[in-house]
């Protein structure tokens, strides 16, 4: 798949066919994350696969609750974490990014540089299950100490985002799109 097709094209998808992923699949996507780029190769990045149903259910259950029509309900990605044959849950070693070899924060956003890291390694996550495939949607509203309690995630490391992939049921939906022109500015801002 053309990379730029695969970009276009790659929807957020809340609702999975209960299909098994083969661990062979899973491995190819996390590799393709694992070779984004990242501050200084550190590859601050550590993945945990989950398929345990009583897992995902417990960590489905840490989600935010979404406001429609004036009540709270379940959100939407809830019920992709817990129906997905697999939930892939990304965290950060925190202390490996935006520092120089001696360890020193290289500019004011260094102690957040993590952040950029694990996107750019989600983004190519994201895009190279579309080419398989399968779906994903990037989940952030949800409650990180509580997903860390549940996996074992322990030290430096932190729960910074997660998605579920699996083979979609139904389409997603394609958001509308800005004009180029609205976000792109010459020379200054």
Excluded at 82 to 107: F, M, T, Y
Excluded at 116 to 126: E, G, P, R
Aim: glycine share 6%; aromatic share 6%.
């Amino acid at each position: 798949m053309d990379i730029f097709e695969a970009i276009k094209n790659r929807r957020s998808i809340r609702h999975y066919k209960p299909d098994p992923v083969d661990d062979k699949t899973v491995e190819k996507v996390l590799e393709a994350a694992h070779w984004a780029p990242s501050w200084g190769n550190q590859q601050c990045w550590r993945f945990i696969v989950v398929r345990d149903p009583k897992s995902k259910s417990d960590i489905a259950d840490t989600l935010n609750k979404v406001m429609v029509d004036n009540e709270l309900v379940e959100n939407a990605s809830a019920g992709a974490i817990r129906h997905a044959p697999v939930l892939i849950v990304i965290c950060a070693e925190k202390s490996q990014a935006g520092r120089s070899a001696d360890g020193a924060l290289c500019n004011e956003k260094g102690e957040y540089w993590y952040m950029f890291d694990i996107a750019l390694a989600v983004q190519n996550l994201t895009l190279a299950a579309h080419a398989l495939g399968l779906g994903t949607v990037i989940v952030g509203g949800f409650n990180a100490t509580k997903v860390e309690k549940i996996l074992g995630v322990t030290g430096d490391c932190t729960v910074v985002t997660m998605t579920p992939l699996g083979i979609p049921a139904t389409r997603g939906q394609v958001s509308p799109r800005k004009k180029l022109s609205e976000v792109i500015f010459m020379e200054k801002f």
